[in-house]
Every structure is written in structure tokens, then in C-alpha cells.
């Protein structure tokens, strides 16, 4: 309390000088639900009934300063599926004192970072996933020429309210080539990485202290293709599982993408390649694995597309970079691929209409390393590609047609498999895989003066798991601000549940409001490829947003 | 309950004064070319800023709609649009093959770790914000079909007030 007392008044002694060119931003975002008994669901409502995560920062910026603080609160407990560490917690989560002049750029307190793609380190803050691996410490930003930067990174990653044992210090450099050296006809540029973390290893020597990582990175743009390559390559740690070290040896591993695209007005075609080999790095050697997401340092998203629809989301994938030698359950990474296409058939075709139509496909494969295991001696050898067991394969086509001044629709079409362990957690390749087909239909009707009626039908076929589905969205926008709709799943094929729900939402300026009331199904919640598995509930949740 | 009672107090006091400066951030352009933000949205005229991510329905529909009718706007007003992507690494090389795809004429920038978007305060996209001599003057968060007419009403409303001065 006095902590907040104190922040008060220094931000209202603040306010003297913000008439004096500095400002203020930030926001407030309050996410909280009532959860009601369920006999349909078998839901049981948990003692703490109201939960709330809400969200105060702040910043205020004074020519070259800036400072800013986040205050947090998981009263009484934190939203269901959130990590325990934040459940009945508040205070100060993050602060920072920014410098940013001409060459240089100081950060002391919180940062967010990234290296390349992120794979070697990235550290963000995605609230809906209860993901924040600020790090405190110091970053130092140095751009002595225009072609050329260096990122230096020292400190420890957040971990709730907390933070983590392991220190962790970086540095990144970007070179422009064609900029350095005037080449106007194709852009290059590379990178470097180095990150490494310290954790006391106590008396035992046989666990390394420091774990080093180095990676290179290389991009280009030439006419209409583009495309680039990373490679990371982690040194000798421990495994873990669990918060418990699962084998006695060390093992290195490493991480490769390579990206290549072609892009002309009408058309883009993307494809990314990436493999990870026991591909891991937590800022605790003991944090691997957590289903909670905590403590990360390198980032490797499912590299999947993010599908938009209720029923296209119950099937998807959650990537696998880690080694795991058990005899119940073996893997040692992954490895696949994604290609996405985009396509405009121009207006005044025959397909294309007065408007033209608007195509995009996806197709992607993700398989587990094909490895040899020694289970007694907890070793593994693996190939580079091999034939490792399918665990995800999707295939996507969706047509967007503006029909007329006032209909336009979108048609979806989507074949899944996936390994049951991957939807469910648990030993991969056990269980078999589940296809699911998945068709939707989106009508949309615009009314006079911004009223709008959305309609979105869909159906998924399944042989297996939760079988078939039907579901339906109704949404009605009386304006830009103000919405309401209705929304069904309907799993039919088996457990003749329906996950309904009714809500609205009110937006204006500055301010949004969400409400909804229904039944949440549960399973994996994946944003940016991230996931957290959300249990089934019931009841009211409300959000709130306020930016200034 | 104290420390809510405190927090929206301090909201309260803090959305009065709220200012509307553009955050001092650096963005990448597609090729990979620093770009401040304050520096691209420095323009005579009115600049939409759209926050947005290739795996936002409401997004890429706000920007499609706004991409029938953007030679107009452009025409009649010389308003321009700023797509700022906040596709993360997963999704973000899916960027330039879409824009292209979807044959947008904007000016694309990347915020990849989402350094403007939490500036901002945008807890969700799209956000779509009208800045006019280096300030914020309106913004809007989320897209309902239509909600491009009521934001070229806002220029057109605000441009001729600015004429009569």
C-alpha cells in the first residue's frame, strides 16, 4: 500500500511538468469473471467465485526520459487457467527508466526484447496467454551508424511477482550490407546472436553453471522474392522435467528456420521451414516444460495457421522442441513446414465480380524428430529430416467475395490431423491421430448508417475423439460502438453438449467494454502459437480497456 | 476493494489529463529499415494509423474495405494509412506476401514485439487511431462493417473545421 502511495504522488508531482512538454500514457485493462455451477458441463463453480486480472501502467516520457511502471492485481484469485504464481497476488509487476538519444538507447529496470526471430530470446508480455518475461536488469541500444546496431542485454527474467534464479546477459548485432555498401538492387543484411545463462549449480559439478547459445542470421529482398535463414545452436545443459532432472547427461541443441517468399501485387506465396532439436531455454534449467509458459528465454511458436473460427480452433498445434527420454514417451524436437498463398482475382473476371475475390491457402506439416532412442542409456540420435511420426497436418482454402455494396461473404474450408497427445497433453503417438473436416460459412449484411448483421455457420466432421460439431455465431452492430451477439457449439456426435454464449461490446475512443455469459469449452488457447489449456466453466466474464 | 477504489480513481485523474503525443518508437519497414513512428506519421495531412495482424479477421477486413475506397479518400483528402503489423515472429513473414496478396497500397510497418501496441495501450486490435499534426485527435478500437464511413466522416468533419480557422 505504501508502495502505491509513494508511485501516486511522484506521478502527481509529474504533473507539474507535464505542462512543461513531458506526458503521460499508458492503460488499464481489467479482465475479471464470475463462474457459476454447471450440472450440464459438470461444472462446479470454485470457492473463488469472482476472478480478476487487471492491468495499470503507466509511462511518462520528458524528452529524451522516459519512465513507466506496471501495477497488477490477481484479486481475489487470478482468472481461471492462469498460472498459480499470480493467484491472490498484486503490486508493481514491471518499472523501467528509459534513455533514447541520437545513438543511444538505455533501459534500466524491465525490458521486452527480441533477437532474430526470436528463437534464441524474446521476452513479451501477452496477457490473455498470462505470459510476462520482462526482464529486469539493463539493456544498452547502440546504433553508431545507420547500417549498423548492438544490443546488449544483462538480467534475470520475471517469473510472477518474482524473478528467476538464472541470470541471463546477451548481445545482438544487425548488419545492413546494402547499405553499408550502396547496393540498390537487392537488400541484405545479417545478424549475430549470443545468449547465455548463469545458474549456481551448487556443489554438483556435473551441471553446467553457464549455458551459452550463439546464432547467425542472414535476409534478403531481391525484385519480388525475399527470404532469410537463422540458425541457433545451444550449448551441453541438463534436461528437465517436471522441476526434476530427468537424466544425468547433457545434451546441446539446436534451432534452424529458413523463410522464403515471393510477393507481387495480386499474389504472395510465403513458405517457412523450421526444425528444432531439443530446443528448450528457460532462464531456470529446472522451468522447462512448464505448462504454464513461464520463465521462457527462446520463443518457437507452432508455425501453424492461426485459424479464426470456434471449430477451426479445437484441433490445433502446440509446438515441440523438446528431448524426452522416458520409456513411456520419447522425442527429441520437430520438424516441418508451411507454405501460405494469397491470391487476388482482379475485378471485372468472370470469378472476380465487380470487386474481385480474395483468395488465401495454407497448407503445413509438422512431424516429431525421427530419432533413435537408447532409453537405458538416455541417449538419442537424430536425423535431419528423416520420416518422424506425423503429429499435425493442415490444409486450408479460404474465398472472401465482396458480392455487392451491402453482402459480402467469406467461405472456409479446413482437413486437420493431429496426434490425440497433442490436443490432450500427454505421450505422443499413443493415442492415434484425429481428422477433422471443418466448412464455414460468413454472411455479412450492412444495413444504412454502419448497422450491420454477421452470420457464421460452421460444421466439423470427425470419425474419432468428440466427433461431429455444428456451431453458429449471430452478431448484430448497431453502429461502430455498440454490439451484440449470439453464439452456439454444438458438439452433437457425442456428448450432445452445447457450449453457448450471449455478449455484447460497447467501444468508444478510448474506451472498450466486452460482456459475455456463457459456457467456455475447454482445451488449448493458442495466440501467436502459444498455448494454455483452458478447463471448461461457466459463467460471466467482462473486459475492460482504458488507453490515455 | 481499497486498491480498486485507488485504481480508478487514478484512471479517472489519468484520462484527464490524458495527452495525445505519438510514442517515441522504432518500427521496421518490410525490408527491414528502421522507421520511427513519430518521423512516418509527420505529415502535412491526416494519417490513419491501423493497428493490426494477419490473424485478425476485423483487421483484414477493416483494411479491405478501406482498400475499395482509399483512392478516394487519398483524392479528396489526401489522408493516409499506416498498416502497423503486430504479427510476433510466428506470423509476421506471412505479412508482406498478404499485403501483396491482397493488393493494399498502404505504407506497411512491423512492430514485431509489440513495443507501439503496449505505447498504446491497445489491450486488442484493430486499433485504428487519425493522427493530424503530430497528435492524436480520435481513436477506435475494434471493426464493425461500416466503421470506415464513420471515420472518413471524422476527417472530412474535422479537415473543414480546419479550413475555417
Known sequence: ?548 | MKKLVLLFSLLLIFNINAQDNIPNIDLKTIDGKTLNIQEATNKDNFVIVSLWATWCVPCIKELDAISDVYDEWQEETGVELIAVSVDDSRTVKRVKALINGKGWDYQVLLDTNNDLKRALGASTVPLTILIKDNKIVSRHSGYSPGSEDDLYEKIKELSSEGNLK
Open chain 1, 1 to 548: 500500500m505504501k508502495k502505491i502511495i509513494l508511485c501516486v504522488a511522484i506521478l502527481y508531482s509529474g504533473f507539474t511538468f507535464a505542462q512543461d512538454g513531458g506526458y503521460f500514457f499508458g492503460g488499464f485493462e481489467s479482465n475479471s469473471q464470475w463462474l457459476l455451477d454447471d450440472k450440464g458441463l459438470n461444472f462446479i463453480a470454485p470457492e473463488d467465485q469472482f476472478r480478476a486480472n487487471n492491468y495499470f501502467r503507466l509511462d511518462y516520457n520528458l524528452g529524451k526520459f522516459t519512465a513507466g511502471a506496471q501495477y497488477e492485481t490477481y484479486l481475489p484469485a487470478a482468472l481461471l487457467g492462469y498460472a498459480p504464481i499470480y493467484n491472490g497476488n498484486n503490486g508493481i509487476g514491471t518499472y523501467y527508466l528509459n534513455f533514447k538519444h541520437k545513438t543511444l538507447d538505455i533501459t534500466a529496470g524491465y525490458f521486452y526484447e527480441q533477437f532474430g526471430n526470436g528463437l534464441i530470446l524474446r521476452s513479451f508480455e501477452d496477457r490473455q496467454l498470462g505470459i510476462n518475461n520482462a526482464m529486469k536488469g539493463v539493456r544498452v541500444i547502440f546504433t553508431p551508424l545507420d547500417y549498423l546496431n548492438f544490443t546488449c542485454i544483462y538480467g534475470k527474467t520475471r517469473n510472477g511477482f518474482d524473478i528467476s534464479e538464472g541470470i541471463t546477459q546477451g548481445i545482438d548485432a544487425n548488419l545492413d550490407i546494402s547499405e553499408a555498401l550502396k547496393i540498390e538492387k537487392i537488400e541484405l543484411s545479417i545478424g549475430a546472436s549470443y545468449v547465455s545463462r548463469h545458474q549456481s549449480s551448487g556443489s554438483n559439478d556435473s551441471i553446467p553453471s553457464n549455458v551459452n547459445a550463439y546464432g547467425g542470421r542472414f535476409n534478403f529482398v531481391a525484385g519480388n522474392f525475399y527470404g532469410g535463414i537463422e540458425a541457433i545452436a545451444k550449448g551441453p545443459d541438463v534436461i528437465a522435467n517436471e522441476g526434476q532432472i530427468s537424466s544425468n547427461k547433457l545434451y546441446d541443441g539446436t534451432a534452424l528456420q529458413v523463410d522464403l517468399g515471393y510477393a507481387k501485387k495480386g499474389l504472395g506465396v510465403n513458405a517457412t521451414f523450421r526444425r528444432l532439436e531439443n530446443f528448450a531455454f528457460y532462464a531456470d534449467r529446472l522451468a522447462e516444460g512448464n505448462i504454464y509458459n513461464q520463465e521462457l528465454i527462446s520463443y518457437t511458436p507452432a508455425l501453424t495457421k492461426q485459424q479464426d473460427y470456434m471449430l477451426t480452433n479445437i484441433y490445433v498445434y502446440n509446438a515441440q522442441p523438446r528431448l524426452i527420454i522416458e520409456s513411456y514417451d520419447q522425442r527429441a524436437g520437430e520438424v516441418g513446414a508451411q507454405i501460405d498463398l494469397y491470391y487476388k482475382i482482379k475485378k471485372g473476371t468472370a470469378l472476380g465480380g465487380k470487386y474481385g475475390t480474395k483468395i488465401a491457402t495454407n497448407f503445413s506439416y509438422w512431424a516429431g524428430l525421427d530419432a533413435e532412442y537408447n532409453i537405458e542409456n538416455r541417449w538419442y540420435e537424430a536425423k535431419f529430416i528423416g520420416k518422424g511420426p506425423k503429429l499435425f497436418r493442415d490444409f486450408s482454402l479460404e474465398v472472401k467475395k465482396k458480392i455487392s455494396k451491402k453482402w459480402s461473404a467469406v467461405a472456409t474450408f479446413q482437413n486437420v490431423i493431429v496426434d490425440k497427445g497433442i490436443v490432450y497433453g500427454g505421450p505422443l503417438e499413443d493415442e492415434g491421430d484425429i481428422e477433422a473436416s471443418i466448412a464455414v460459412l460468413e454472411g455479412t449484411y450492412k444495413l444504412e448508417s454502419s448497422k450491420s448483421i454477421r452470420l457464421v455457420l460452421q460444421h466439423l466432421w470427425a470419425e474419432k475423439d468428440r466427433k461431429n460439431w455444428a456451431a453458429g455465431v449471430l452478431e448484430y452492430n448497431f453502429n461502430s460502438r455498440f454490439a451484440l451477439y449470439v453464439a452456439d457449439n454444438w458438439n452433437y456426435g457425442d456428448t450432445d453438449i452445447h457450449y453457448y454464449s450471449v455478449g455484447g461490446s460497447y467501444s468508444k475512443g478510448r474506451t472498450r467494454l466486452g460482456v459475455n455469459y456463457g459456457r467456455q469449452r475447454g482445451g488449448l488457447i493458442c495466440i501467436g502459437g502459444v498455448c494454455r489449456f483452458v478447463p471448461e466453466n461457466t459463467g460471466v466474464t467482462a473486459n475492460l480497456t482504458v488507453s490515455f
